[in-house]
């Protein structure tokens, strides 16, 4: 009977770079290399989840900066988020309820604040808003508690601790920040029935200032100030 020998047995098994046979190594990769993309695929799937599918309304439309439809353009007025000018439109997720369009609104004034759950100074200013909202939603004032970059599972939680009964949209990408030139946490927009921003503060709105101007903070009183500002029947004519 023939005997077969292997003179060179490391080259019956290929090895590897590290000296471990072929297979031994491809096997440990695979155990390594697997589970990762198994675990990859499930943090895809619940941020997809997680964005409510994409960044696309269920009518097709893109979230984010929209164009102020031209029947709401008063002219000799640019659309920016300036003061004197007409408020930029947006389309975005609201957290509870339908999409939230800004010219749904007009006709009615608007306290538009961006704010994020992370940010202290949006938590101390945020009982001033819901006061506001309470206080004038009979006069048809409109709080939006626009949110910056963040998830639903985030939001709602602290939403409702706060009592943010009043709509909350869900900028997740931050275009709409961006449209308004958001460069820090809180602002807030007063925007009057014809659509126009009459002011614009960056801080905390907060409930009493003592006579002091702590880093920009404003008394409630110059809240309702501002407020009634918007309010005015005169206001946009």
Request: aromatic share 8%; hydrophobic share 40%.
């Amino acid at each position: 009977m023939d005997h077969l020998s292997i003179d060179n047995p490391s080259a019956a098994a290929e090895s590897a770079p590290n000296g471990l046979p072929a297979r031994t190594a491809a096997g440990r990769l695979r155990r390594v290399v697997v589970p990762a993309l198994i675990i990859a695929a499930i943090i895809a799937v619940i941020w997809w989840i997680e964005r409510g599918g994409g960044d696309v309304s269920p009518s097709g439309e893109k979230y984010g900066p929209a164009p102020l439809p031209a029947s709401l353009v008063r002219p000799g007025l640019d659309v920016s988020a300036a003061e004197g000018s007409l408020a930029p439109d947006f389309l975005l997720e609201q957290l509870d309820g339908p999409d939230l369009r800004l010219s749904d609104y007009r006709g009615q004034p608007i306290v538009l604040n961006f704010w994020a759950t992370w940010c202290a100074p949006c938590r101390k200013e945020i009982p001033e808003l819901v006061q506001a909202y309470d206080r004038y939603s009979p006069d048809d004032l409109v709080v939006i508690g626009l949110n910056l970059q963040e998830g639903k599972s985030i939001v709602r939680p602290y939403a409702g601790d706060f009592g943010m009964d009043f709509p909350i949209a869900i900028d997740r990408d931050g275009e709409v920040g961006d449209e308004y030139r958001v460069i820090g946490l809180p602002t807030t927009f007063f925007i009057d029935r014809a659509g126009v921003v009459r002011s614009v503060f960056i801080g905390p709105l907060q409930a009493e200032s003592d006579g002091i101007d702590v880093q920009g903070a404003i008394a409630r009183t110059e809240l309702d100030q501002r407020i009634a500002q918007i309010l005015s029947p005169e206001a946009g004519d």
